[in-house]
């Protein structure tokens, strides 16, 4: 791999290693995962983020987007389940 497509790719938890970034961010506005965030949570849909005792792994992060690719039939690929973790990792959560 070139330095250029290293750019993209997911550092951090072992779990988002090598995810594509781009295809995450790609994905979570394709299937308007912030605006269904928004509905349910109201105002940004921040309150989505790091609920109280659910969300304190990497695993469970991405747990949580495999539920919601399951409770909504998605179809996503786990290697798309994994990229869109990884960009939430990176915009929210921040697991080291």
Known sequence: LS???????????AIFQG???KLGEKLISDNRCT?????????????????????????ALRGMVEQCNTE??????PEEVTAIAAV?????????
């Open 19 to 21: 995810a594509d970034l």
């Open 72 to 77: 909504l039939t998605l179809s996503l690929f």
């Open 35 to 59: 605006a269904c965030h928004q509905q349910k949570a109201g105002g940004d849909g921040s309150a989505m983020y790091k609920p109280a005792g659910r969300v304190n792994t990497p695993g």
């Open 88 to 96: 939430l990792n990176r915009d929210h959560y921040r697991f080291k």
């Open 3 to 13: 330095l250029g497509a290293n750019a993209a790719m997911a550092q951090g938890p």
